[in-house]
């Protein structure tokens, strides 16, 4: 007796890859600020502690260097959040408190990213037939 396929031949890369792979699509041009707030004696402060850990990555800071980057640590048995003011005056609250870290990654990918503004492409490049037609 076989076992059933499952629906995958390849085997997955890992979830640090799954990580690196969601931190390559961050933008941060549409906020303004945010703000991570956790209690570092509390149970699910690992996964918050690891999102700014991958968050301060100068790739991403990059992307929006105005961008106020704040960690606020409290003792008072919070659940870990982040909050993220966005540039239109709109905030945007995660609670992290049974999320993982990518899960925190693909929510803020899903939710903040898509508001950013498109880059427009440059069509200034003349091509070397186009010089010639010009003369």
Same mark, same amino acid.
């Given at each position: 007796?076989?076992?059933?396929?499952?629906?995958?031949?390849?085997?997955?890369?890992?979830?640090?890859?799954?990580?690196?792979?969601?931190?390559?699509?961050?933008?941060?041009?549409?906020?303004?600020?945010?703000?991570?707030?956790?209690?570092?004696?509390?149970?699910?402060?690992?996964?918050?502690? /690891?999102?700014?850990?991958?968050?301060?990555?100068?790739?991403?800071? /990059?992307? /929006?260097?105005?961008?106020?980057?704040?960690?606020?640590?409290?003792?008072?048995?919070?659940?870990?959040?982040?909050?993220?003011?966005?540039? /239109?005056?709109?905030?945007?609250?995660?609670?992290?408190?049974?999320?993982?870290?990518?899960?925190?990654?693909?929510?803020?990918?899903?939710?903040?990213?898509?508001?950013?503004?498109?880059?427009?492409?440059?069509?200034?490049?003349?091509?070397?037939?186009?010089?010639?037609?010009?003369?």
């Amino acid at each position: 007796m076989s076992l059933p396929f499952s629906g995958s031949k390849s085997k997955s890369a890992g979830v640090f890859s799954a990580i690196r792979k969601q931190t390559q699509l961050l933008n941060l041009k549409p906020a303004k600020k945010v703000l991570v707030k956790f209690d570092p004696f509390g149970e699910n402060a690992v996964t918050v502690r /690891n999102f700014m850990y991958y968050f301060h990555i100068p790739k991403i800071i /990059n992307t /929006n260097p105005a961008c106020i980057l704040r960690n606020q640590v409290v003792n008072d048995r919070t659940e870990p959040t982040i909050e993220v003011s966005l540039v /239109n005056g709109e905030s945007v609250l995660f609670k992290c408190s049974n999320l993982t870290t990518l899960e925190i990654f693909q929510q803020f990918n899903k939710h903040i990213t898509p508001l950013a503004p498109k880059e427009e492409i440059a069509d200034n490049v003349v091509t070397k037939t186009e010089k010639k037609k010009k003369r």
